[in-house]
């Protein structure tokens, strides 16, 4: 069974520039998270999904943060204008909720992300 | 306010030693869900183990082993006879039950196991 996959790896961009980077979450799982992942940091959460919807985006920075996971399953994170503080790396991962009071999340490779 | 500490930024350790990584959380729930997670230079965080608050035994998979006791909010692992591959960032991560998913990561604990 496939993972999450997650493009690109690595981006390289000047401040001021758009990105955007993509999840294709686990087969199946109706919940995928977007993280952020700063160097020596665990990950936090930055926005989850349930199916379609953005259940809990209080930590995604709207000014220049928006996602969006159309037909409930591959998502797409874009950051518009970057800065360079925004210089991490972006870690997608993927649950199949509502069968339990746990699941574990499984996470993608990351894209790390370099704003010059 | 939930809160997972992983005082060991790094570790290092000869190949064949036994190591033990600390994880003290807090929390007010009284259901909640311990984690560790693995990160190889890959990036890709690898489930280990998940822990039920409810749930005190410790348990042991392998090489891998993790003590859990509520009394002083710690989740330790240990990991017997290191091996090189076992270099990585751990890290260990606190899941309330009933909430949004969201996990709680500590700042992880860089280990290496040098041949």
């Known amino acids: 069974e496939a993972g999450v996959v997650q493009s690109p790896r690595y981006k390289i961009i000047e401040k001021k520039q758009p990105v955007a980077f993509w999840c294709n979450p686990i087969?199946?799982?109706?919940?995928l998270y977007w993280y952020l992942q700063n160097l020596g940091q665990g990950p936090e959460l930055l926005i989850r999904y349930e199916n379609e919807e953005a259940v809990d985006d209080s930590q995604l920075p709207k000014d220049r943060f928006s996602a969006e996971r159309l037909k409930g399953v591959d998502s797409t994170l874009k950051i518009q204008p970057a800065e360079l503080g925004d210089s991490a790396v972006y870690l997608c991962?993927?649950?199949?909720?509502?069968?339990?009071?746990?699941?574990?999340?499984?996470f993608g490779p990351g894209t790390r992300l370099t704003v010059l | 306010a939930q809160k997972v500490t992983q005082a060991q930024t790094e570790i290092s350790v000869v190949e064949k030693e036994d190591v033990t990584l600390d994880c003290v959380y807090e929390?007010?729930?009284?259901?909640?869900?311990l984690f560790w997670y693995k990160q190889p230079p890959s990036g890709e965080l690898v489930f280990l183990i998940r822990r039920n608050s409810f749930d005190e035994q410790n348990e042991i998979s392998g090489r891998y082993s993790w003590n859990f006791q509520k009394s002083t909010s710690s989740f330790n692992f240990t990991i017997t006879a290191s091996q090189v591959v076992d270099s990585a960032v751990y890290f260990c991560a606190l899941k309330s039950h009933g909430n949004t998913g969201k996990l709680i990561f500590g700042q992880g604990t860089t280990l290496q196991v040098k041949p």
């Open positions: 991962a993927s649950s199949l909720e509502g069968r339990g009071p746990y699941n574990e999340q499984f």
């Open positions: 929390t007010r729930d009284t259901t909640y869900y």
């Open positions: 087969s199946g799982h109706n919940t």
